[in-house]
C-alpha cells in the first residue's frame, strides 16, 4: 500500500468508554465531550446504547440533535425493540447509523446464543434488514469475531453486507488476538468476502493482554478503514484500542502505514483532560502521547541529546498533541486577555461571563501561588465550569487534631442559599473526621471506596486535586458509586469539596445501566 488513505475513527468513549466501573457519565457530562469529539475530528461518535436505560435514550437523543460534523451511531442488539429504539433516538440526527451486534463465536454461540450457524446468519440479516429499512447507514458486528471460525466468520460477513451494511466491524471483544492473527483475519475477508468492496472494514480491539492499539494497527495494514477505539483507552475491563495512540502511531509513522486520519491532533492533551477530570479515571503519569511523563526527560544523556537536537530522544512534538513547552506563563500580574489566550490553548471555550468569574478565581489563586501553570488553569476551569447541580456547596471548615486524639472539626455549607454548620469531635485523623462532619451535616450515609490525592501541578504551593468514590447505603440506589473531584491548594478543602461533590451525586442519583455485552 503506498498511496495515502484516510483511515476513519470512531470514539465509542461514551458507550463502551462509559462501561469502565465508576465511569458512568451524566447528560451534561456526554454533551460536552461529544462537542469536543467534534472539535477533535473523529469521523462517528457512538453516543451510547439507547435500549440500555431512559437515560441512555436521552443522551443519544440529544447527542443526535445537537452535534453537526460526525455521524452519530447508536448501539443495537439484532432484534427489531432495539433497533427502533436505537432509531428514535438518531432519527434527527444529520447523519445517524444504527449499529448492529450478534455474537458469532463458537462459545458465545453454544453457551450465550443457543444457536447454531444458521440460526446465527439468519438473526443477523434479518437485523442488518431491519435497520436498513429505517436508516441508510447501517453497521454490523459480530461480537467476539476473533474468536470466530474464519470460514463462519466469512459467511456472517458476506451475507450482512448483501442484506445492506455499509461497515462492517470485526470486534476483539476479549483481547484475545494478536497483530499477526488480526492482520490474517482482516486480509481473509478482503480476499474471500464477495462484495467486500461494498463495506469499509472496521476494528475494535480490547486491551486484555495490552494488544489493543497494536492489533488495530495490523488491522490497518491489511486494509481496515476504520479504528474503533476511546480517549484514554476507556472501555470494559482493560479497555479499548486508545484513540490519541493509534492517531499518532498513524500520523507518526505515515511513511510505513501510508495513511491519514481528520484527528486535529494538536486537540487530544485538552480531550483527554477532560475526559480524565469527567469521569474521574486519571491518566497514568507514563502513559504514552498523554501522560504527564511522555515529553519529560530525566536522564542526563537524554537531557544532553535533547538540547542538542530535539529529535535525538523525541518522535514527536508535544505542541503536535497539545501541550507546551513552556508551562509557567501566569501569575498575579497577568490580566485577563492572557488568561483568556491561555484557556483556549487548553481547549476552553468559555463566554464573557465564565472569563470574568474564571479571571476572579484565578486572581484569588495567584495571591496563593507564586506561578499559575496551564494544570492550575485547567483544575479551576473544570471546578467552577461543572453543569452538577449542588445541593450542598463548601464554605469552611476549622479543625484542631493531634496524634492520639480524635479531631475536631467545624465544617460550614451552603444549603439553598442557606449557610449550615456542625461540629463533630470523631474520626480517624483529619479526613476522616471531615468525612463524618459532611455525613451528619447533609444525612446522607455512604461508604467511602476510594480517596485519592495528586499535585495539579508542581511546587511546595501546588494545589491539590482530591478524587473520591462514595457508595450510596440507601437500598434504592443499589449500592451505585458516585464520584467526587475538589481541588485547592489546601488538601483537606479539596477532599471537603470532593467529598461533598459525590454527596450531591447521590443525591441525584443515576439510571440504571444494562451493559451490551453482558447481555
Known amino acids: 500500500m503506498t498511496a495515502t488513505r484516510t483511515v476513519r475513527i470512531f470514539d465509542t468513549t461514551l458507550r463502551d468508554g462509559e462501561q469502565s466501573p465508576g465511569a458512568s457519565m451524566n447528560l451534561t457530562e456526554k454533551m460536552e465531550i461529544a462537542q469536543a469529539l ?23 437523543r440529544e447527542i443526535a440533535k445537537a452535534v453537526s460534523g460526525a455521524v452519530v451511531c447508536g448501539l443495537a442488539r439484532c432484534n427489531n425493540a432495539d433497533i427502533e429504539r436505537a432509531w428514535e433516538a438518531l432519527k434527527h440526527a444529520q447523519q445517524p447509523r444504527i449499529h448492529v451486534f450478534l455474537a458469532t463465536s463458537s462459545i458465545h454461540r453454544e453457551f450465550k446464543l443457543r444457536m447454531n450457524q444458521e440460526e446465527v446468519i439468519a438473526r443477523a440479516v434479518a437485523g442488518v434488514k431491519h435497520a436498513k429499512n429505517l436508516c441508510p447507514d447501517v453497521e454490523f458486528s459480530p461480537e467476539d469475531a476473533a474468536r470466530t471460525e474464519i470460514d463462519f466468520l466469512c459467511q456472517v460477513v458476506e451475507a450482512v453486507i448483501e442484506a445492506g451494511a455499509t461497515t462492517v466491524n470485526i470486534p476483539d471483544t476479549v483481547g484475545y488476538a494478536t497483530p499477526l492473527q488480526m492482520h490474517a483475519v482482516i486480509k481473509g475477508l478482503r480476499d474471500r468476502v464477495r462484495g467486500i468492496d461494498r463495506a469499509v472494514i472496521s476494528v475494535h480491539c480490547h486491551d486484555d493482554l495490552g494488544l489493543a492499539v497494536a492489533n488495530s494497527l495490523a488491522a490497518v495494514e491489511a486494509g481496515a478503514g476504520q479504528i474503533e477505539c476511546t480517549i484514554n483507552g476507556l472501555g470494559e475491563r482493560a479497555g479499548n484500542c486508545s484513540l490519541e495512540e493509534v492517531v499518532m502511531a498513524l500520523r507518526t509513522r505515515s511513511d510505513y502505514y501510508s495513511t ?127 453543569e452538577l447541580p449542588e445541593r450542598f456547596s463548601f464554605v469552611s471548615y476549622d479543625l484542631a487534631c493531634a496524634s492520639g486524639h480524635a479531631p475536631r472539626v467545624m465544617l460550614r455549607v451552603l444549603q439553598g442559599g442557606e449557610e449550615k454548620s456542625v461540629e463533630v469531635n470523631a474520626g480517624d485523623g483529619p479526613i476522616d473526621g471531615i468525612f463524618l462532619a459532611i455525613e451528619k451535616l447533609t444525612g446522607i450515609a455512604t461508604v467511602c471506596r476510594d480517596f485519592r490525592v495528586q499535585a495539579v501541578t508542581v511546587g511546595k504551593d501546588a494545589q491539590a486535586e482530591v478524587t473520591v468514590e462514595l457508595q450510596s447505603t440507601d437500598p434504592e440506589q443499589s449500592g451505585q458509586v458516585h464520584r467526587g473531584r475538589g481541588v485547592s491548594t489546601d488538601s483537606l478543602e479539596a477532599s471537603a469539596k470532593a467529598f461533598l461533590a459525590a454527596v450531591n451525586r447521590v443525591i441525584l442519583g443515576a439510571q440504571p445501566r444494562l451493559h451490551p455485552q453482558r447481555t
Do not use: W
Open 38 to 60: 467534534v472539535q477533535l475530528g473523529v469521523d462517528v461518535i457512538e453516543a451510547g446504547f439507547p435500549i440500555a436505560s431512559p437515560g441512555d435514550f436521552e443522551s443519544v
Open 260 to 386: 491519514t486520519t481528520r484527528i486535529v491532533t494538536q486537540k487530544l492533551v485538552p480531550t483527554s483532560r477532560l475526559v480524565a477530570n469527567i469521569t474521574g479515571i486519571q491518566v497514568p503519569r507514563n502513559k504514552a502521547i498523554v501522560g504527564r511523563n511522555a515529553f519529560a526527560h530525566e536522564a542526563g544523556i537524554h537531557q544532553d541529546g535533547m538540547l542538542k537536537e530535539r529529535r535525538t530522544y523525541e518522535i514527536m512534538r508535544p505542541e503536535d498533541v497539545g501541550l507546551e513547552r513552556t508551562d509557567l506563563v501566569l501569575g498575579k500580574h497577568s490580566g485577563r486577555a492572557a488568561l483568556a489566550d491561555r484557556t483556549k490553548a487548553l481547549g476552553y471555550q468559555l463566554s464573557p461571563e465564565q472569563l470574568q468569574t474564571l479571571f476572579e478565581r484565578f486572581k484569588m489563586l495567584a495571591d496563593r501561588k507564586k506561578e499559575i501553570y496551564d494544570g492550575d488553569v485547567a483544575a479551576l476551569c473544570e471546578d467552577q465550569f461543572s
